[in-house]
């Protein structure tokens, strides 16, 4: 077999293949040269020096070496042969398979337009995060970070507790608006300024300006304004890998379309934040990039290669996705799939102790549930979530639950 992608969901293919008693060779193709590790602490206990990065680390060596994988790490995969099954590679070799895992994830969107400038970052990688890191300790007089979501939040919040000055802009009125809605978006922009942030909403970011020592020194706006910063972190969402399977045949958009049950073509399957699939239990097309998914669906796309083998039918795979974010001394998770226009209810705690639990409504039906350290609440909705319950009957809960 071969998986494109050495990182969670790739290694979570790579381990069900094996616990499901798969003897071949197992070829793990990943364009970083670093054996796999954990991305979530790249934004919490790397950026705050609490860990160092071996911790980091997704496998101990003894259990890696007991997956008996054949490793081509810093290669990247430039190409895809669906009728061969086989996956070309930048330093020319082609290698083959009995099936092809499509585990390439995604990677951060950049702002357009923006020239190369010291002191400007992403967050994807391990060398990103002990870059910001290294940047954090020089104490940088003003840290802008451009985009309220998850990531843009948790370094906001990292660079409040090291004491430095940060201001978050974000284009929509409020955090995460398109998804918790402006209600819940208003409380996590409540828990950053309680916390000392500068909240710059509405705001577009047109470029960045630098100095003559290469150096971003203002960020732009698209009505002429401008702020100073000696340090931007731009956290604007990101795009799937999928270029080098341009012209492969597979279907492409916003992500490697798949079926049901995670199958892009015969014998070859995708699996988190690259493919987009079909998600019978919401009835939605959906790409999900949260670490949750890239282990279950790894190990649900390996699943359907053996399933196939054997000449079976796969089965479908309808998650409820869920997805966790640790800003300040708060742990936040959101389960389900939510929308700006939901019905959101309160349905435990209170929100000005920012310790609740609020359930999502949608055409009589609990769709999600956002928790800020509720997280049995969370599980407790979920559980309804999955099992396709009433708005009804998630408010029956909800008052049986006190
Ligand atoms: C900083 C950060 C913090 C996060 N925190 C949370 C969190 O708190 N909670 C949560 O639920 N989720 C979190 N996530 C999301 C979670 O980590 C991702 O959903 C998860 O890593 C997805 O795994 P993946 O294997 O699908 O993709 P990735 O982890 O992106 O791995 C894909 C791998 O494929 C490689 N690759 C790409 N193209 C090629 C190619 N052509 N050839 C070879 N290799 C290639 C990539 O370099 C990478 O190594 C966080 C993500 C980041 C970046």
Request: hydrophobic residues 45%.
């Amino acid at each position: 077999m071969l998986i494109v992608g050495a990182s969670l969901a790739g290694m979570r293919a790579a381990e069900t293949l094996r616990l499901e008693g798969f003897e071949g060779s197992i070829t793990m193709v990943g364009d970083e040269p670093e054996p796999p590790y954990d991305r979530p602490p790249l934004s919490k206990e790397i950026l705050s020096g609490e860990w160092q990065a071996d911790r980091t680390a997704l496998y101990r060596p003894e259990a890696l070496e007991a997956l008996e994988l054949t490793w081509r790490l810093g290669v990247r995969a430039v190409g895809l042969d669906i009728a061969g099954r086989s996956v070309a590679l930048d330093d020319g070799e082609v290698l083959r398979g009995d099936g092809v895992v499509l585990a390439t994830g995604a990677r951060p969107r950049t702002l357009r337009n923006a020239e190369p400038l010291d002191g400007v970052y992403t967050l994807r990688s391990l060398t990103d995060a002990l870059a910001i890191r290294e940047e954090f300790l020089a104490q940088p007089s003003r840290v802008v970070v451009v985009g309220a979501g998850f990531i843009g939040a948790e370094v906001a919040a990292v660079a409040r507790e090291q004491g430095l000055s940060v201001t978050m802009v974000e284009i929509a009125e409020v955090p995460l608006q398109r998804v918790l809605g402006a209600e819940m978006g208003a409380v996590c922009a409540e828990v950053h300024s309680d916390h000392g942030v500068d909240l710059l909403m509405g705001a577009a970011v047109g470029s960045l300006v630098g100095g003559d020592d290469g150096r971003v020194h203002q960020v732009v706006f698209s009505d002429g304004s401008r702020l100073e910063a000696d340090m931007v972190v731009v956290g604007i969402g990101v795009v799937p890998n999928t270029e080098w399977l341009e012209g492969s045949g597979l279907r492409l958009g916003d992500g490697v379309v798949c079926d049901e049950t995670c199958l892009a073509a015969p014998g070859i399957v995708a699996a988190g934040d690259v493919a987009r699939w079909p998600n019978k239990l919401f009835a939605d097309s959906m790409r999900v990039e949260h670490w949750d998914n890239a282990v279950e669906q790894g190990s649900a796309a390996a699943r359907r290669l053996l399933a196939g083998a054997a000449g079976c039918a796969g089965a479908s795979y309808t998650p409820v996705p869920w997805f966790w974010s640790d800003q300040y001394d708060r742990k936040i998770q959101l389960a389900g799939r939510t929308r700006e226009d939901d019905e959101v209810k309160v349905v435990t705690g209170s929100v000005d102790e920012r310790r609740f639990a609020a359930i999502y409504g949608r055409a009589g039906r609990i769709v999600g549930v956002l928790g800020f350290n509720r997280p049995r609440h969370v599980m407790l909705y979920r559980r309804l979530i999955a099992s396709a319950a009433s708005w009804e009957e998630a408010l029956a809960v909800a008052e049986g639950d006190g």
